[in-house]
């Protein structure tokens, strides 16, 4: 899978991470993901399959597109 992707003008990391390693309020819940727009970076929830990151990241990614 992909570890960048730029949307418009700006480059984000995309970070696969585990629940307990999650900072603030990522992958809270039943959270897939999460675009951060301050840190350049997407994170998908690890729990899930690739099938699922790969579709949470298009929806990261529509977010950003978004704002
Ligand atoms: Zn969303």
Known sequence: ???KIKIG????DIEHIE?????LNVVSGDCY???HFDKNK???NNE???EQK???LIHEVLHG???
């Open 1 to 3: 899978m992909m570890n």
């Open 42 to 44: 997407i994170y998908l």
């Open 9 to 12: 003008w700006k480059e984000f």
């Open 48 to 50: 899930f399959s690739d």
């Open 65 to 67: 597109i978004c704002i």
């Open 19 to 23: 629940k307990e390693k999650a900072r």
């Open 54 to 56: 790969q579709a949470t």
């Open 33 to 35: 993901g999460e675009i």
